[in-house]
Nanobody, 122 residues
Framework: QVHLVESGGGLVQAGGSLRLSCAAS????????MGWFRQAPGKEREFVAA????????SYADSVKGRFTISRDTAKNTVYLQMNSLKPEDTAGYHC???????????????WGQGTQVTVSS
């Protein structure tokens, strides 16, 4: 069983930055690929970024490339999402997820956190 807890969300002005964290309670954290997804009210959950188990491969949605960076710290069982140059359209609940491989769809991940809210004001 994998338990994921996100933190770091909040209210920020457009152009600002936030760093999200996802702490994993799992014995073999380093064996999981990790992803970040977001969901705005009335919209489907969408892929944001993902990182391989080794940290050597990352993938980003086109909408966040160049602004967001995903990373992981195996010693701390934590994955991060550094978000810079935030825009109002980045407003959503952000969820981390764990799975076997880096994939861009929700059905590729077996475990999910409850999410942390990010609100970007204009």
């Amino acid at each position: 069983q994998v338990h994921l807890v996100e933190s770091g969300g909040g209210l920020v002005q457009a152009g600002g930055s936030l760093r999200l964290s996802c702490a994993a309670s799992v014995r073999a954290f380093s064996s999981y690929a990790m992803g970040w997804f977001r969901q705005a009210p009335g919209k489907e959950r969408e892929f944001v970024a993902a990182i391989s188990w080794s940290g050597g491969y990352t993938s980003y949605a086109d909408s966040v490339k160049g602004r967001f960076t995903i990373s992981r710290d195996t010693a701390k069982n934590t994955v991060y999402l550094q978000m810079n140059s935030l825009k109002p359209e980045d407003t959503a609940g952000y969820h981390c997820a764990a799975g076997e491989y880096v994939v861009l769809t929700t059905d590729g991940y077996h475990y999910w956190g409850q999410g942390t809210q990010v609100t970007v004001s204009s």
